[in-house]
């Protein structure tokens, strides 16, 4: 099945600088792969996801880039804020119908 | 995407007894999820429960501790069972409305203490 390691555990920022979250996947066929933030007392919710057509992926502040060849994707935050403090899971398909999911990101935005 | 809600919200529950909880989808999705998310843990696929066939569970996690039903497309239940202090997590459902193995969308979860 598909193996899915995240890195870093926790991640403390300023507020205002960026953020990088990377994860890495073993089956070279995966090809969707989904951001979740989940903040807490609440279910996971989907930020941001990329096919394996496309390197990159932007929505305003957030972005997640793809290198099939290496097998790693990342997240990237610009200009943190607060709210943006959460855990944070990547997740790659594992099977035919299910996800594996990282060991999640505590990201820490200070004012 | 899909609403959905899920009930208790939260519970404590003595050792031995069991706890059903219900999850409600805003609209009729053939594969619905059950994940167990322990404190500061991932998330561990607990069941895949699809409309029509038997739940299918993961390694390390049987029918009879964790039975669920899905009546219809937008309703699944999943009962914890003769419930100990290990069973302490979040219970979460999820739903994918694509049906291809991709993008889920989660309740709000299911906090469990059992004391």
């Known amino acids: 099945g598909e193996n899915v390691e995240q890195h870093p555990s926790t991640l403390s920022v300023q507020e205002g600088d960026s953020a990088v979250i990377k994860c890495t996947y073993s089956d070279s066929a995966s090809n969707y792969f989904p951001w979740y933030k989940q903040e807490l007392g609440k279910g996971p919710q989907l930020i941001i996801d990329i096919r394996s057509n496309v390197g990159e992926k932007k929505d305003q502040r957030i972005a997640v880039t793809l290198n099939k060849t290496a097998k790693h994707f990342s997240l990237h935050i610009t200009e943190t804020q607060p709210e943006d403090s959460a855990v944070y899971f990547c997740?790659?398909?594992?099977?035919?119908?299910?996800?594996?999911f990282g060991k999640g990101t505590m990201l820490l935005v200070s004012p | 995407s899909a609403v959905i809600s899920q009930k208790p919200s939260r519970d404590i529950c003595q050792r031995g007894t069991s706890l059903t909880i219900q999850c409600q989808v805003d609209?009729?999705?053939?594969?619905m999820f059950w994940y167990r998310q322990q404190p500061g843990q991932s998330l561990t696929l607990i069941a895949t429960?699809?409309?029509?066939?038997?739940?299918?569970?993961e390694s390390g996690f049987v029918i009879d501790k964790f039975p669920i039903s899905r009546p219809n497309l937008t309703f699944s239940t999943l009962t914890v069972s003769n419930m100990s202090p290990e069973d302490s997590s979040i219970y979460l459902c999820s739903v994918d409305p694509g049906g291809r193995g991709e993008t889920q969308y989660f309740g709000p979860g299911t906090r469990l203490l059992v004391l």
């Open positions: 429960a699809n409309q029509g066939s038997e739940a299918t569970y």
């Open positions: 997740a790659a398909p594992s099977g035919w119908s299910t996800l594996t």
């Open positions: 609209s009729q999705v053939t594969m």
